[in-house]
């Protein structure tokens, strides 16, 4: 197997204007490309946080429709007072109804 010829480094003694030039173009490039890599990146990262934002301000406002919802519930409980009535199931029932109404599981992510 052939071993690659050695790359011919300049030195300060025998590189050339345009050899420089050359470098600072290839430079130039290199940070460029990478300038634009990190940009797509920050793009992508971007998007998905707004993303993610957008459905937990989403869930919020569900959660906070099932708790409203719920405080009805609970307010015509306080109205009927403390006495058994027979209706606690129902009305535990009404509860969960109203919550599963209000939220989805698929809405989780």
């Known amino acids: 197997m052939t071993q690659p010829a050695p ?3 300049h030195t300060v003694d025998s ?3 345009d050899a420089l030039g050359a470098l600072y173009e290839q430079l130039d490039a290199a940070q460029q ?3 634009a890599r990190q940009l797509a990146t920050c793009d992508k990262a971007f998007a998905s946080a707004t993303l993610r934002a957008a459905r937990a301000e989403t869930r919020a406002y569900k959660a906070e429709a099932a708790l409203d919802a719920v405080r009805v519930l609970a307010d015509e409980l306080v109205q009927h007072g ?3 009535t027979g209706n ?3 009305l535990g029932c009404r509860i969960l109804a109203t919550l599963d109404a209000h939220t989805n599981p698929k809405d989780q992510t």
Do not use: C, F, P
Request: glycine share 0%.
């Open 7 to 9: 790359v011919s480094r």
């Open 88 to 90: 606690e199931q129902v």
């Open 33 to 35: 490309t990478e300038l």
């Open 15 to 17: 590189i050339t204007s």
């Open 82 to 84: 403390n006495r058994r």
